[in-house]
């Protein structure tokens, strides 16, 4: 083939027709292993971003085998032990007792799966609500994207906290209502950023291109539009995460989310206001838990956002 | 200017690139020089490093010196060197647009700039003395009505005349070099032949020395009396224009003409050059360009020529001319 | 029958502004553009910004829609398809872009840029699909070892390659290629040209090639169009409009571009002045604030006709009325 000869100087020959499924496999994926590799060497260069992802770790992993290595699984739900109350951090009760004599350390690690629920929950309704309406307002256009960008405006000039407590003081309290309120507030954040980052790639040379070859609608929007936007929303998400955590918490302490005896960390600290200053361990543990699990995704987020940003990838 | 065996490496992720291997330029005063190149070849790069423009971390200069009027900038730490840029040695670049920015009129960011350099000229100028300048440089870059031009904003203006205004920026602090980083790649063809006679006038007019880089040996034939050819972070050839067209020497330059189409007329074929340019982090031993060289020899993979003068003012590096072998090879 | 015919195309972009989207300006990026391609051509648009070539591919190729004005296709009439027709029109035309570094889809492998044709069309999968693009890749002088690879590890060159493949994958007629080796170094571009050509005289295609750069239109077209602000200014076989143009603008074109050969001197021309935005044109001829041999009153205020000036060259100018 003349055309090959031409362009090829030094190019090596067309690679056999059969070959095991193992090489093929790797031959397949060694592009996505080079990227991976090179994602990972970026990470570990911000020592920030590797606090983040240790913090974050210890969180998840705390969520899968928490329940399980507690040393007083029954304290969790509403048993009382008068005798051992308010004893302060020793080797057994490593966070303490609270006044009912529970074990703040198991509550604490126990809240962990529940903060886990609801900030994930959370998080996944409002990317379920607000990807789509964002890619189809980006995309789309016209009326409907000026509906879309203007209903989620009203929503977002409304303050967060506000509103959920409206929505949770109307629906009454409980874990359930207050995931239901937050994750109202939270869908209006997605439809802009992802409205944006769709208004962008849809310029692309390459969505031009898939046009030209003859791609539906659908197939441009999933295939690529939806894959060129997820690196935004997965640096979003991440750090949402921390802060629907966070608001939770918030909607805990003031009584209107989980319920005691829930050991849900913002009704422990509601909880062990009380008791403050001199048995401050019943509220400071909880705290510490919320403060670092949020500082955690925030650091991961910003990490993942820096490998992630094309740009700086170079 | 001279630079001498200029060797810059980069480390990347997947190790340390030898992006520049001994490049080596003269310049005299008045005289206009221009690097010519495909990419990758280390001509933007070197051009940055004449102004320390280069971010150091992964950027790190092993070798060499960059000699202007007889000092090594490479010597000079960012005070003395943030002295040099914009009022000896000055710099435009490839995109008007996206060296202006577009918050500020004109007028703010020319006379920012102008008294900025006339404070490091020992001159000061006050607001207005700055503006009065700045109207007549734009006046000299042939700027229509520049006194009530200069109050817009850089979108109000073309791609050409914003050119014009950074060009007239370039000036502003009286320099003696001024190095031109693609300058009109990015303007229409008839834009470009506007900027090109304006530079060529300059030369002339305020005896300016013009180190021009670019990828179009046409554009660089327009304005530059002489030429070096860079590959893979070497110069393989310096002549006279003439010369580079009418009898080139390295197998590079050679297939460089080859492939560029004439206006004049049709050509049968053109050549190309098969490959591409080789790693730097994994450089070949010896010349850079023998994988791809229709004329590589034995010697080519293992010794690296070196620039040798064929005649006054040609010199190429090629081992089909044996005084380019290296003293000790 | 031709294979292309375009008649009075327009391309107008109305410019709204304010809360009710009122149309304050209208854009003319392409004005009355008629012009035709029999099979095998090799038809050349040149033009500078603002000339309308680029507008005027993604028209014809209807991935904007024309303002007015007919496209047929082989006889067929596409300004009267509606969606779903033209998208099956798609097979049988092409285009390759400018950018290799945006139009291929950095979330996507090779195999998967290249095989979405024939994923959307032919329902190919799997091995199927796997080969026939490892064929493709083949006919643009690439290989196997590149179908997984994702668009950033590959030279520019190589993506402008791949975007050549993706456009050949549906076996089309026509094909246009909008300043495909722009983006290029000049030795790979001149590699890329050859492959173009080889590729023409193999399967038979007729090109549209739009570019800003008169030597590379020289070395590929037969005929030539040159445009100046959405207008066809002149058009004719690329030997004799080169060596022999007739409209002023094409002279200083031509004149224009800084040649390798050191014996042009400053006896040239040069074109004052900056290109008219297409949002204010110039009335009667649109060349005239420039026009250095304008004859008066009549070039401000009458458009040129196109005048036939034999031998399939044609150009718009008031001058060319003049001498018979």
Redesign the interface.
Known sequence: MTIKRILNATGPDAGSVSQSAWTQWKEKRESSIRDIRLSWYLFRKSPTSMLGAVIVGVFLLTVLIGPMIVPFPEDATGTVHIERKLIAPNATHFFGTDDLGRDIFTRVVMGTRISMQIGLIIILVAMGIGVPLGITAGYVGGWLGETIMRVTDMFLSIPGRVFALAVVGAMGPGMVNCIIALSVVWWPGYVRLVQGRTLAVREESFVEAARAVGAQKGRIIFSHILPNCSSVIIVKASMDIGMAILAAAGLGFIGLGAQPPLPEWGVMISEGRNFLPDWWWYATFPGLAIFTTVLGFNLLGDGLRDILDPQSRG | MEIKDLALHFDT?EGTAKVLDGVSLSLERGDTLGVVG??GCGKSITAKAILGLLPTPPARIVGGQILFKGEDLLTKNQKEIGAVRGTRIAMIFQDPMTYLNPVFSIEKQMTDVIIRHSKQNKKPLNKKQARDKAVELLESVQIPSPAQRIGEYPHEF????RQRVLIAMALSGDPELLIADEPTTAL???????I??LLKGLVNRLHLSILLIS?????V??LCKRVAVMYAGNVVETSS??NI?NSPLHPYSK?????????????A????????IPSFITPPQGCRFA??CTEAMELCQKVKPVLAQVEPGHSFACHLYPACRPADA | MNILDVKDLSMHFPIKKGLLQRTTNVVKAVRKVSFTLEAGDSYGVVGESGSGKTTLARAVLHLLKPTSGKIYFNGKNLTSMNDEELRQMRQHMQMVFQDPHSSLNPRKTILKSVGEPLMIFDQLTGRELASRVQELLELVGLGREHMYRFPHELSGGQKQRVGIARALALRPKLLMLDEPTSALDVSVQALTLNLLEELQNQLSLTYLFISHNLAVIRYVCDRVAVMYLGQIVEEGPVDRLFDTPAHPYTKFLLSAVPSPEPQNDDDEQILEGDIPSPLDLPTGCSFHTRCPVKVGKICETVEPVTVNLGQAHSAACHLCQVNP
């Open positions: 992720f495909e990419t073309s791609g050409g005349m229409d063809v008839t834009i470009q032949a506007q090109l006679r990828h179009d040996l046409g554009v034939a327009k224009i003439e067209f297939g460089l003409l080859n492939s560029i189409p004439k206006l004049k007329k049709r050509d074929t053109l050549e190309g050059i098969a490959g591409s994988p791809r």
